[in-house]
């Protein structure tokens, strides 16, 4: 493939996105012989069965690993948090993973994290000025 075009996009079409991450299991696929991506989530729902936060993840090769964890204000602080991160470690045990990993914000919530026995393996300063993303790991 001599004659590409390279595109810059802060809107990427389904097509783009899953081609490219399909590529890149079938590359990993073939170098070690495994393919077990699965997404995870743990959904909070209210009483009319919405999604109001929840997390989103996935695990690959032994590792689950924590990409997006919202809830709203009128349910933090209530164990909720809690009771998700447990569900999604839980789950993460269960399809085989030996460690998870995650990063959060400074001013979000390292000392949750902290609480459930994460650990930081590494902060990177960010903006605004003061800020750091922090890189966090667990074993499972």
Not at 54 to 66: A, P, Q
Not at 128 to 140: A, D, I, S, W, Y
Request: hydrophobic share 40%.
């Amino acid at each position: 493939m001599s004659n590409v075009n390279l595109e810059l996009t802060d809107a990427p079409d389904a097509e783009s996105m899953a081609v490219i991450g399909a590529g890149l299991r079938a590359f990993n696929t073939e170098a070690v012989g495994v393919n077990d991506y699965r997404p995870l989530a743990v959904v909070v729902k209210d009483e009319a069965g919405k999604a109001v936060g929840g997390v989103l993840g996935r695990t690959y090769l032994g590792l689950m690993f924590l990409e997006t964890f919202f809830l709203p204000n009128a349910v933090r602080g209530s164990g909720v948090g809690s009771k998700v991160l447990a569900m999604a470690e839980e789950e993460g045990r269960r399809r085989g993973c030996k460690s998870a990993v995650l990063y959060t914000i400074s001013f979000q919530a390292p000392e949750f994290y902290k609480k459930h026995g994460w650990r930081a393996f590494g902060e990177i300063p960010c903006d605004p000025p003061g800020t750091h993303r922090v890189f966090m790991t667990k074993p499972l």
